[in-house]
């Protein structure tokens, strides 16, 4: 089973369209928890952290539920620009340890006029 | 400012041949990571250094990489004797320090190697 486990998509939605990406991590002392984004052709890029009490930044909402190792992000209003590949990264280190990230093989967004 | 840099950007090799691969992490970045990115995957880590000390190789396949840190700035990843198999998006990314697990790392655009 790998660490961390997301649908590779493509999710193909219309602007304006709220969508949303599930991952799974196997590793339940993981203590923190990210998703990153990546163009095509490009290095990823933190998106954003995500936080046991949920978090958000604009269009973009990231869950955390422990219990079940389970990690979303919901992007709501989708414009052409959200277009990309979205990993699901965990650090099973745990605070104080160093960020050894493990990455989802991450999930393709297009967004279509 | 300017951002983790890697050199070459290609590279095209016979089977057999030595490889290095050099990063140039952001200026006063403490932590380095190398990762190897396959199609269609994220990345998988390598190794990491904190300063020059090599703290952890886990990820280093087998005998055949190495990687060093020197003067703990620039980094050079060495695969000796590549494989086919060896091919990939070799990339290097940086933090500022690892002491918080949420530090974000920076990745640089990468390295293409091909094995012929």
């Known amino acids: 089973r790998k660490e961390v486990e997301q649908d590779p998509g493509p999710f193909n939605v219309p602007e304006g369209a709220t969508v949303a990406f599930n991952c799974t991590y196997s590793n339940s002392a993981s203590q923190s928890f990210f998703w990153y984004r990546q163009d095509c052709r490009k290095e990823p890029k933190l998106l954003m952290s995500v936080y046991s009490s949920g978090n958000e930044d604009g269009r973009f909402t990231a869950q955390l539920n422990r219990a079940s190792q389970y990690i979303s992000l919901l992007i709501r209003d989708s414009k052409l620009s959200d277009s990309a590949t979205y990993l699901c990264v965990v650090n099973p280190q745990g605070s104080g340890g160093y960020n050894k990230l493990i990455f989802g093989a991450g999930t393709r967004l297009a967004v279509h006029p | 400012g300017a951002g983790v840099s890697q050199s070459p950007r290609y590279k095209v090799t016979k089977r057999g041949q030595d490889v290095a691969l050099r990063c140039d992490p952001i200026s006063g970045h403490v932590s380095l990571y190398w990762y190897r990115q396959a199609l269609g995957q994220g990345p998988e880590f390598l190794t990491y250094?904190?300063?020059?000390?090599?703290?952890?190789k886990s990820g280093l396949p087998n005998d055949r990489f190495s990687a060093e840190r020197p003067e703990g700035s620039i980094s050079t990843l060495t695969i000796q004797r590549t494989e086919q198999r060896d091919s990939a998006m070799y990339r290097c990314?940086?933090?500022?320090?690892?002491?918080?697990?949420?530090?974000?790392?920076?990745f640089g655009p990468g390295t293409r190697l091909t094995v012929l």
């Open positions: 990314a940086s933090s500022l320090t690892s002491r918080s697990s949420y530090n974000e790392q920076f």
């Open positions: 250094f904190n300063y020059e000390a090599q703290q952890d």
